[in-house]
């Protein structure tokens, strides 16, 4: 399967107004991509649209909720009908509430279900066609490790991100089955340093964080380009994804010990926040336009996210790694 490059595209971002979206749409205009950004908050996409045209990139604007098919499909039209066609279609939109679950009402559960999951879902029912039309493509969902590893106060978008993970492995098999070459990926960021912590309902009385440590959220943009112009199933985002992806594999129950440790405890700040206080969980935050959010002092790089997008360099680490496993041995063998 063979992507176009990223200066031959047309991309739509979803949910491009602050944050992962924001910052992956500034980051394919940058490398000469045509894209359709979209959101809820016509003020930010705005602002978006004019930051992308005074580098002389070229983009437009769709104002859309993802919860009703109709206009998510309308996102998918307009692209076509500016640029021509559909190349790549990317998938960010999340709302979270942060509460016990059963301080969750039922109403609040199905919400975050309705965006968070069945956004998710009218976006590739809305690019498919697209993209089959342009007989190659890809769709490229952000998803979460979340949706490997559910977590505490988080019941409801750790359900919807099992259902992301569920739905496009299902849908992904289909088009394999059916010999169409559109490349299906899911991007698994760890805790990134968005305005997602800032603007989540609150029911814990404090403003709530991520469990430490954060990445950028460029590091994700970055993953999303790549994937873009590479075929990938699955991508895990910080060095941190990728260890609780293979500690939750091998043993389910200690990931439970480690959430009963620190799981709690780490995603509370002292900052006072009543469930009253601003937040995007219905509407949303119409003046934060962030790309980054409040915890930048928590923020480390990531080794693993480099390799991955440099084989040849993954691949000599890995031979030197070995080399030096087999050089340790034989010298404890001699010393033996």
Known sequence: MKLKPINQQVVSVVGASSGIGRITALEF????????????????????????RSFGGEATYCVADVEVFEQVKAIADKTVEVYGRLDTWVHVPAI?????????TPEEFKHVIDVDLMGQVYGAMAALPHLKREGR??????????GRRSLPYQSAYSAAKHGV?????????ELQHEKWPISITSVKPAVINTPFWNNGLTKLG???TGIP??????????????TAEHPTRDYLVGDVAKILDLVQRVSPSLVDSLLLLVGFNLQHTSEPKSEDASNNFYQPVAEDDRVNGDYGHLVIPSVSDWLDKNPVLQWGAIAATAALALLVAQVFKEQG
């Not at 954060?214 to 790549?226: H, N, Q, R």
């Open 206 to 208: 404090v403003k709530p």
């Open 29 to 52: 205009a940058r490398r000469g991509a045509k894209v359709v950004v979209s959101a809820r908050g016509e003020s930010k996409l705005k602002s978006l649209v004019e930051e992308i």
């Open 96 to 104: 979270g509430i942060f509460a016990t679950f059963d301080n969750t």
């Open 137 to 146: 493509g890809a769709l490229i969902h952000v998803s979460s490790m979340e």
């Open 213 to 226: 440590p954060y990445y950028e959220p460029k590091l994700v943009a970055d993953a999303i380009l790549y």
């Open 165 to 173: 993970e569920g739905f496009i492995e299902a849908m992904r098999v």
